[in-house]
């Protein structure tokens, strides 16, 4: 097994059974990484923000109450039930996820996603509120928070120095860059850490918090997440 899936197998299992960290600020990343990317006019086609938490029997009592009109499920092997709800405000769409185990050893879990494929100025104004609202009102100082950025620039020489520049400006430290080729696609991808955010993970003996993925062939298309990307890409 290679050094990336041996990171990639170790930062899943450890998103899916830990407390990470308590973020004073949980959309930094989200505004500095779209700000460096907006100075290198790069178009941001999607963004989303996901906050966690695991919770106690008395947390899900009281949430589950708050939660807006829910559609409930099970999964396919029925070892849970899952609540949705989403809302669409007027700047981007807010998800809410309840993720009860059916197994009582397994702690219910709350995921709330904001997300859309514009980033305007009334994005960021609608969106700090909305987080203050969401964070008050069913997280705790023990929330996880998960960022990703996608992006694309028809300019490669200015997709080289965007890479620069969010090395310089976030004073980032390498931890890992593998190169991924296909058949159909041939994309980078960069682990690293930066100190201009406390979001982390460790991984042995290196701490992460920020992965890069990029692709030349496609519009020099790049997506960034903190501390990890948490979905496909």
Not at 88 to 109: A, V
Not at 136 to 153: D, K
């Amino acid at each position: 097994m290679n050094e990336l899936k041996k990171i990639v197998i170790f930062c899943l299992a450890f998103l899916l059974t830990s407390d990470i960290w308590y973020a004073t600020d949980m959309a930094k990343e989200l505004y500095i990484i779209t700000d460096i990317m907006e100075e290198h006019a790069y178009t941001i086609d999607h963004w989303r923000i996901v906050f966690k938490e695991k919770l106690s029997s008395q947390q899900l009592n009281h949430i589950q109450d708050k939660l807006p009109q829910q559609t409930l499920t099970q999964d396919e092997n029925h070892q849970r039930i899952l609540l949705t709800s989403t809302q669409q405000d007027e700047f981007f769409t807010t998800t809410y996820h309840l993720l009860i185990p059916k197994n009582r050893q397994i702690s219910p879990e709350l995921i709330v996603v904001l997300e859309d494929d514009q980033w305007t100025n009334e994005h960021q104004a609608s969106l700090h509120e909305k987080i203050n609202v969401v964070t008050s009102t069913y997280f705790t100082e023990l929330a996880n928070s998960y960022t990703c950025v996608s992006a694309i620039n028809n300019d490669i020489i200015n997709h080289v120095n965007f890479l620069l520049n969010l090395k310089k400006t976030l004073d980032l430290t390498i931890t890992e860059k593998q190169i991924d080729k296909t058949q159909s696609t041939n994309k980078q991808i960069i682990y690293g850490f930066t100190p201009r955010w406390d979001n982390e993970i460790h991984v042995f003996d290196r701490r992460l918090n920020i992965q890069i993925v990029s692709w030349i062939e496609e519009a020099n298309k790049i997506i960034v997440g903190t501390p990890i990307l948490i979905s496909e890409y």
